[in-house]
């Protein structure tokens, strides 16, 4: 726990776009697929994205299939989601977390950051 720092978030009007970075050690990014969750308000929490360890396949959930992108940043040991297209839907408080897939399990995670799409 507590070993992912999201940086990133912030205001951003609808059709606009964000870049979240999420940060890991080494040893986290080559052991760990690295995902993306989401919070909104009064919501439960929703996968986002995520991106494998060993072969950087990738899979997204519906609502962001198409706008968002995630990826690898070898070079600075980090996971990159960018947003595009964004809607007020979009507004959450966006987590990442390092684990299984697979499993749903996952056992790193960070403290968040907001990102709200408003008009």
């Known amino acids: 726990q507590g070993q992912l720092v999201e940086s990133g978030g912030g205001l951003v009007q609808p059709g606009g776009s964000l870049r979240l970075s999420c940060a890991a050690p080494?040893?986290?990014?080559?052991?760990?697929?690295i995902a993306w969750f989401r919070q909104a308000p009064g919501k439960e929490r929703e996968f986002v994205a995520t991106i494998t360890w060993s072969s950087s396949t990738t899979y997204y959930a519906d609502s962001v299939k198409d706008r968002f992108t995630i990826s690898r940043d070898n070079t600075k040991n980090a996971v990159i989601l960018q947003m595009n297209s964004l809607k007020p839907d979009d507004t959450a408080i966006y987590y990442c977390a390092g684990g299984f897939y697979s499993l749903n399990r996952w056992d790193y995670w960070g403290q968040g950051t907001q990102v709200t799409v408003f008009s």
């Open positions: 080494e040893r986290i990014l080559k052991a760990y697929s």
